[in-house]
């Protein structure tokens, strides 16, 4: 498999290897590292190669060549074609819209994958930067669930058939 690297306007991530992603939470907070899915973290550990539903993504800033943070999917499309996206940018480069980017690049590539239907994601169960992430992103507010590692979360989802579904811009 090719190297997998999505491009936006300020950002390029760059899909991890296991050492880089397994050394990449090591890296988190105790805090941010206590938000990694146990489940994610097992299917990372079975990975045998290169798989961007599987491993996280280095957020790279262009201009700088500098490491700002990471995202990734939860995993490959399900049978209903629903893929779950995570993300996150460190403190230091917050509020300049990068985590709205590295949303924006998973989820074109998402959708550049004729499997994929849905892509979730799933915040606190309040207005905050991640809400406001996603309303950029044109998810849609789906409603409150339990979800069996975070429990009570907010689902946000954006449908290929809505704005921004399938594009011609797959790389």
């Known amino acids: 498999m090719p190297e997998v690297e999505i491009q936006t306007e300020n950002l390029r991530l760059v899909l991890q290897t296991l050492e880089e992603t397994l050394a990449f939470i090591e890296a988190l907070s105790p805090a941010d590292k206590a938000q990694v899915s146990p489940d994610w973290l097992a299917r990372a550990r079975a990975s045998t190669g290169p798989d961007p539903w599987a491993l996280g993504f280095a957020v790279v800033h262009r201009a700088s060549a500098t490491v700002i943070g990471g995202c990734g999917f939860k995993g490959p499309p399900d049978s209903d074609g629903m893929v779950e996206i995570s993300y996150g940018i460190d403190p230091d480069h917050r509020g300049k819209g990068y985590a709205t980017e590295a949303a924006e690049g998973l989820v074109r590539y998402a959708f550049c994958d004729s499997r994929v239907r849905v ?3 799933h915040t606190f169960e309040k207005a905050n930067a991640s809400t ?7 998810f849609g507010y789906i409603g409150e669930v339990i979800d069996p590692e975070d429990g009570l979360v907010w689902r946000w989802e954006k449908h290929t058939s809505g704005s921004g579904g399938r594009t011609s811009r797959c790389t």
């Open 119 to 121: 892509v979730r994601a």
């Open 132 to 138: 406001r992430v996603l309303t950029k992103c044109g």
